[in-house]
DNA sequence: CGATCTTGGTTGTCCCTTCAACCAATCGGA
DNA sequence: TCCGATTGGTTGAAGGGACAACCAAGATCG
C-alpha cells in the first residue's frame, strides 16, 4: 500500500502488452474492412458470405442449420436470423430434413450461387490486400500455428470447425 | 467454359486458406470472449473498459474525445454513445474543452477510477488465459510482426495508435 | 409404452454499432 | 472581414447479434 505510482493500467511485460494491443487493434479493424468490401462490391456481410461459401462447399449445396453454424463460428440463433434474412433475398431456401424431422436443410439457390461466384474474386483481391500479401511464407505458417495456439484456448472442444480444416491441435 | 469442377468457393494456396480460416476464426472468437468475463465479472465491455483504460493513463485522467476515439481504435459516433452511457453510470463526466470551444474532454471520475482498478487484474488474467500463455516469446515476437504488418493494410495512415505503441512499421 | 432428457431450431427483446444528417467553432484565404 | 472549408462532436433511425424463452422431435430408460 506504499506503491507511489498513479493510478494506471496494470502492467504486463513490454512485449506482452505491445502483441497483445496490435492484436486487439487488428480483431477490431479486420472484421469492418472485410464487411466494407463485400457490401459494397455485394451487398453481403462477410459473414453471410461464409454461409454462402459453406453451402457451396457442401454436397448438393446444403446443409443442416447446425452443422452450418459450427462451420461458420456462429451460434444457432444467430445463423437463423441470417438464414432468414437470405431466405428473404432468395439466395438460400429452407426445407426440413428427410431423415430428422427435428432439423432443418439449408440449400443454396440458383441466384445464391450467382451471388456467391460473383462476389468471390473481389472478396479474395480483399483478403490478399489487406492480409496474405502483407506476409512472407514463413509468416503464413507462423500466423497458422500462433492462431492454431489460441484458437485451442478459445475453442476447446473445437466445437467451431470453421471449415473443412481438420483441426489439429498446434502442432507447427 | 469447360472447366468440369463443381461451383465451389474460390481457391488461395492451401497454406494461405489454412492461415486465413484461423485468423478469421480469433477475430470472431476473441472479442465475445473478452466482453464474456468482463461484463461478467465488471459489467464492462471490452471496449468501455479500453475507454476507461486510456483515460485513467491520460494526464488528469482527461481527454479529447477524437484523441480518445482514436487511441480505441474507434468511430466518433461510436464513441460519444459509449461515453454517453458511461457518464449515465458515473464512471466519466464529460466537460466542455477551455482551449478549443468545439471540442469535449472526457474525464474519469473516482468511482471509474475505482470501477477500472477492480477490473483490471482479472481482465489481465483473462488474456493471459485466452492468449499470452498459449505463445511462446518467439511467437510473441512474431505476433507483433505479423499484426504490425497487417496494420499497415488496414491501418496505413496510422490514425488508430490504439495506446502509446509507437507504431513503428512492422520492423521486427 | 410413458416420463424425462437431449437435440435441433425459431422467435422476440434488448443493446450496441453504423450511417447519415446535423450543428457549432475554427481556420484559411481573397 | 466575410465566406467557404475543415474540424470536433452529437443525435436519431436502422440493422445485426446475444440471450433467454420456447417448441417439436428423437432418444433413453423404467
Known amino acids: 500500500m ?6 494506471t493500467a496494470p502492467r504486463m511485460s513490454a512485449a506482452e502488452e ?11 479493424l479486420l472484421p469492418g ?17 461464409r454461409v454462402l461459401m459453406v453451402l457451396a462447399d457442401s454436397e448438393n449445396q446444403t446443409s443442416g442449420m ?3 453454424a459450427s462451420h461458420t463460428n456462429s451460434t444457432l440463433p444467430r445463423l437463423s436470423h ?3 434474412r437470405l431466405e428473404d433475398r432468395a439466395l438460400v431456401e429452407r426445407f426440413p430434413c428427410p431423415e430428422d424431422r427435428r432439423a432443418t436443410n439449408a440449400r443454396l439457390t440458383d441466384a445464391g450461387r450467382a451471388v456467391f ?7 479474395i483481391e480483399t483478403v490478399r490486400d489487406f492480409v496474405l500479401d502483407a506476409l512472407s511464407p514463413e509468416q503464413l505458417d507462423q500466423l497458422y ?7 485451442g484456448r478459445l475453442d476447446p472442444e473445437g ?5 473443412s480444416c481438420s483441426r489439429a491441435p498446434a502442432s507447427v
Do not use: C
Open 117 to 123: 461466384a460473383e462476389a468471390g474474386p473481389g472478396h
Open 33 to 49: 474492412a472485410l464487411d466494407a468490401q463485400l457490401l459494397r462490391d455485394a451487398r453481403l456481410t462477410h459473414f453471410e458470405y
Open 82 to 84: 441470417v438464414v432468414r
Open 159 to 163: 466445437r467451431m470447425t470453421a471449415t
Open 18 to 28: 505491445a502483441a497483445w494491443v496490435r492484436l486487439i487493434a487488428v480483431t477490431e
Open 2 to 7: 506504499v506503491d507511489p505510482r498513479p493510478v
Open 66 to 68: 447446425t452443422r452450418l
Open 145 to 151: 500455428a500462433i492462431s492454431g495456439s489460441l484458437l
